[in-house]
């Protein structure tokens, strides 16, 4: 018999860490190949990890709501052959292992505005992994280090993680929102050390602090509810993305007439000839993707003061979970797609999501984004950039309206499928008539639809 560690794998872009969740196998289970063997949790997604052998489950290397590294192991299952322990674990291995300096370089790209002024010596007492009552995962104590952040330090920076717990957002938070240098840290040139060490702990140019929250009086009727892990994920993300980007909201009215009349005549014979039943979501998309190609500044990111230009159009379309929650799958390279190369990813997608059955990296790398507010009945909405999108389009429900119908004989009053498209995007690099614009196109691709078009 030999022994095969089942290695934690890649879990997709910037994931250095998983907490277990659920083992879903026990210790003396068989296990098929291919067979789910554990639950794990990121910042990004849930997910299950595979075995890619056949064997038993002899041992169990991670509790539940222990955090373990990628690349390192969480369990040993024996399998039928011979060999020593751990003959078969160099094969168990990820294709690739983040290395630290990885991280290092996207901790540094983030922060570096934040941090150019504050030259903090590095703690003398190294980080521990447990200390007030809160687990510190690698990736954060290397962090802290690599900041000059101390213990006593670290303890009082408020987390966002599960039980508390920090996480590198809110370390990048944390530095951002204008750390409180010690007094040790920026002494006068001329000041001698003793002198220095008897200054106050507060610079008296210490940031203003952020407004807190105002006390909530909580009555006999109430009701308390925590937040789960994935709720708290979303309010610290859009929280950021407020923060990040100034926000501006362009709507346009599209007459959807024409794609309504073109999907209620082919709906039926689509789903008959290609097993899928078509929406309006990947109608709208892909008129966004057209839009995208006349007005590709739409397609970026930014870092810093450098604006990126994404070469691939991503869309990621964002999906109510039955738990209320949300996650926006992306759909990948959505311009070398057909409509119905379109209509396929997304409802696979959608589907998908409904069942926690998403991959990590399905729902990381997009480049605009799509919300369906129309889903709910809501006529329009002032949807809040993914970052770090730069926009995000908004489709409201299409509502039948009287509306003027200009013709060679004159104009008329009709009755015509209306639907509102608002349009968020980043004022730091999307301007109004950018972004105006765009929101515009997509509305002509959409009244411009082709009522003929074959499926």
Not at 132 to 159: C, T, W
Not at 317 to 344: E, F, R
Not at 392 to 418: L, N
């Amino acid at each position: 018999m030999a022994q095969f560690e089942l290695i934690l794998p890649k879990m997709g872009e910037s994931v250095a860490e998983a907490t277990v969740t659920n083992w879903l196998k026990n210790v003396g289970d068989v296990i098929d190949a291919e067979e789910s063997v554990v639950e794990v949790a990121t910042d990004k997604v849930d997910s299950e990890v595979p075995s890619p052998v056949s064997g038993t489950l002899v041992k169990i290397l991670v509790d539940v709501n222990g955090v373990v590294e990628v690349g390192s192991p969480i369990a040993i299952i024996e399998v039928e052959g011979e060999g020593e322990d751990s003959g078969s674990t160099a094969a168990s291995a990820p294709e690739s292992i983040p290395e630290p300096a990885v991280a290092a370089t996207e901790i540094e790209v983030q922060v570096a505005a934040a941090v150019a002024t504050v030259s903090a010596p590095e703690p003398s007492a190294p980080i521990s992994k447990n200390s007030n009552g809160r687990f510190y995962s690698p990736l954060v104590r290397s962090m802290a280090k690599e900041e000059g952040i101390g213990q006593s330090e670290l303890d009082q920076i408020p987390g966002s993680g599960k039980e508390g717990r920090v996480t590198k957002k809110d370390i990048i938070a944390y530095l951002e929102g204008g750390r409180q240098a010690k007094a040790d840290q920026a002494p006068a040139a001329s000041a001698a050390p003793t002198a220095a060490a008897a200054l106050p702990t507060a610079p008296a140019s210490a940031p203003t602090p952020k407004t807190a929250a105002p006390a909530i009086n909580v009555g006999s009727g109430d009701e308390i509810i925590e937040m789960d892990r994935m709720r708290k994920l979303i309010a610290d993300h859009m929280v950021n993305s407020v923060q990040t980007s100034p926000h501006v909201t362009s709507f346009v009215e599209a007459d959807m007439t024409k794609v309504v009349l073109w999907r209620n005549r082919v709906k039926g014979e689509f789903q008959k000839k290609h097993g899928e039943k078509i929406t309006f979501t990947p109608i709208i998309m892909e008129a966004i993707v057209k839009a995208i190609q006349d007005f590709p500044m739409i397609n970026v990111s930014i870092d810093g003061t450098k604006i990126i230009k994404h070469g691939n159009i991503n869309v990621g379309m964002a999906a109510a979970l039955p738990s209320g929650n949300l996650i926006v799958p992306v759909v990948k390279n959505a311009d070398q797609l057909s409509l119905l190369g379109i209509t396929k990813a997304v409802n696979d997608l959608a589907n998908r999501a409904r069942n926690n059955q998403l991959k990590p990296d399905e729902i990381s790398g997009g480049t605009y984004t799509l919300t369906n507010v129309g889903t709910f009945g809501n006529v329009m909405g002032t949807p809040i950039i993914n970052q770090p999108q730069v926009a995000i389009m908004a489709a409201g429900a299409i509502v039948k309206k009287p509306a003027v119908i200009e013709t060679p004989e004159g104009d008329m009053i009709a009755v015509r499928h209306k639907m509102f498209l608002s349009h968020s995007y980043d004022h730091r690099v999307v301007d109004g008539a950018l972004g105006g614009m765009f929101v515009k196109r997509v509305a002509e691709y959409l009244e411009s639809w082709d009522l003929d078009r074959e499926i």
